[in-house]
């Protein structure tokens, strides 16, 4: 059986009148005489909607529940699907999580999916049916509703194809495809034919929102491309496949985060295990910190640094306030209006001066590069947030990314 | 193990402000030491939205993706009303059907129950916990979500005090009880402190809305007191319960149901079986017929004439016209704008000239009747629509319901 996953996010399923033209679209699909798996996210903002309702019961929703209430969008959406698609005349059925036999561990807010029971998807797949999956969810214990986390419908459908053996797995979303670099702060940013899961990795990590890296890791274990095209039009999209099989670039695209904050525990005495001491102590609370950097003054005391996303600052502020103590640190010092700019592509490592010519693009321009982290693929440098739309596009003009055109070979 | 069980109504959970004050309510009762088990319908109008969303999307919506998309109105109160009573600091947990083991048949849009398996929720009950269960809806196979018709969430509180031997069982509305007339028709109808079982399920089958005839067959098969009180004050309500344990009155209530039309099959030649083949026509379409009449005239011909509901009425008479000509028949003759009014009361058999009187008040009023049935505790007559109001008025007067109030003995 020749699968196809498909993914449609929430803006591609947002009324009634979207809907049935994705049902068009599936069953274009369908007749091409593949299987087709449809995951589908909750219609438009009906998952914020469902989150402001629960905010007006309680500041701190509790996760068990959240989870229950936020997995209703999802049911929705595949619900009014799979009517669309009997209505034009083919066989189909709506599955949940549970029923799709998504099997996640206990953590009801963020699960991790530990096996997926193929059984029932294969049986409807055999007799024809389009199967349409909601995503985002999943269960655990038997009957427990649990939901993945952020980009969880990408992980969803990441997840089918590879449980199902698909060739290739598509993501339908409101944009052309992946870019140099996001197209509403640099107008010239080109859209990439394809790039490297690696290289997505890192993207999508660094801020870009069009694909969610855990889809990105399930494809790359797995061998499959995923395919992320725009619902609204025939446009060609971004293939996200194996480095090997793409011709070498060194730099692949530009991507900002403009939601990070900065905090600096200070004048901490020099021992061994520190940063460990404080990044055990940060995930204990479970905050993810995206960058931790330890900078050795004068009389053997060291600022350690963290960079998280703004949504953790405030409890990381908490957390390192009370580690001051039992550190003899001086203090904790905070800076919540910082963002971060990087850039990404397999050639980083092996042509010499990148990262120069990233500094000098910043240079020119009066931008000071507060901290900087590399890998072998990507360079990251945090900045004031009120400079990041400059910093970008003086990059993306550097690199000359508006004239990329990344081959297979 | 002492149980209460409650059902919320969707009007009573309308508001995330609303759903707080329902918890007020629940803790309160919690406070007695009673174990509580909530049975929440959709909030406001949800299932109104999410059944126009499926028109938008087809005219016809699948049984099954429409039990589906329906009950995702009460898993968000469930999941909302649960994090109400966390927020206010006692232990809670919500429960959509599948979860509280509400086994029911195929049938995804109108499912009896068949079974409940009270396992878990009394593993939930013995915790201390209130358990939050999802009104409306059960399961099938398995894991299929089913839906248990209209009323459902009266059904559900009934069968969970019959499975697990509530004492009592309340149903929290937005009137103040059950009333010798719907207010809104007849100014000075009164509340009744008790109703026999027998009695409140001929008024809700004669158009009442304030409880579904399921749970009264539930609650009288068992042998537990069902308590409508107002979901919004302190009213005492009406105690549904055995009649040998209340006071004989003649006369009860008087009802009305404005969305009802009669269909006649005109000159069926008489032969045995006629009315039981047209019966089964319509049942195998589904078609819940209230009233069937047969009159003979001249030359041994029968006019039939069924009474339904004013959403069967198409279907019916396509129905009949196609039996026309296998019968004989000379054609087929439809009056959609018809209404029934009913008086109910335990004693309409044992007292004399209650028919008389209630057919005399509708005769000054020049009122015509079209149609009588009755019961031993029920006199309905069909009449024309435009007349219901002066009817139950002239009616409900005659009988001075407006005084009445029953007591237990």
Do not use: W
Not at 390 to 400: C, G, L, T
């Amino acid at each position: 059986m020749n699968v196809l996953v498909q993914k449609y996010g929430g803006t591609s399923v947002g009324t009634p009148e979207r809907i049935l033209r994705v049902a068009d679209r599936i069953l274009a699909a369908r007749r091409t005489g593949v299987a087709v798996v449809s995951v589908v996210s909750a219609m438009g903002h009906t998952t914020d909607e469902l989150m402001e309702m629960a905010r007006k019961v309680t500041p701190n929703p509790p996760r068990r529940e959240l989870a229950m209430l936020l997995t209703t969008g999802e049911q929705i959406s595949i619900s009014l699907l799979c009517m669309a698609i009997q209505a034009k005349g083919a066989r189909a059925v709506a599955l949940t999580g549970l029923q799709s036999g998504i099997i996640t561990d206990t953590n009801y807010a963020d699960a991790r999916i530990k096996r997926v029971r193929t059984q029932r998807l294969r049986q409807h797949l055999a007799k024809g049916e389009v199967v349409i999956v909601a995503g985002y969810q999943g269960v655990s214990n038997g009957t427990e509703i649990t939901t993945l986390g952020r980009g969880g419908s990408d992980t969803t459908a990441a997840a089918l194809a590879a449980a199902l053996g698909a060739r290739t797995c598509e993501i339908y979303t409101d944009v052309e495809g992946v870019y140099t670099a996001d197209p509403r702060q640099v107008p010239n940013a080109a859209r990439l034919d394809y790039i490297a899961y690696e290289e997505m990795l890192e993207l999508a990590g660094s801020g870009a929102q069009v694909m969610h890296p855990r889809a990105v890791e399930i494809a790359m274990r797995f061998g499959f491309p995923l395919l992320v095209k725009p619902s609204y039009s025939d446009g060609a999209g971004t293939v996200i496949t194996e480095g090997s099989k793409l011709e070498s670039v060194a730099i692949t695209g530009v991507t900002t985060d403009k939601d990070i904050g900065k905090i600096a525990i200070q004048k901490v005495p020099d021992r061994p295990g520190i940063a460990a001491k404080i990044l055990s102590a940060l995930a204990r609370e479970r905050i993810h910190v995206r960058l931790i950097i330890q900078s050795v003054n004068e009389g053997n005391v060291n600022d350690v640094t963290i960079v998280v996303k703004r949504e953790f600052i405030e409890r990381a502020s908490a957390v390192l306030e009370r580690m001051c103590r039992s550190l003899k640190a001086s203090g904790v010092v905070c800076d919540p209006n910082m963002a971060e700019i990087s850039i990404v592509g397999s050639g980083i490592a092996s042509t010499s001066g990148v990262a120069a010519r990233m500094f000098k693009a910043l240079a020119r321009k009066n931008i000071n590069i507060d901290l900087i982290s590399t890998s072998t693929i990507r360079i990251a440098c945090v900045i004031d947030r009120r400079r990041v739309d400059d910093a970008v596009r003086a990059v993306h003009d550097e690199f000359k990314l508006g004239r990329l055109k990344r081959r297979a070979v």
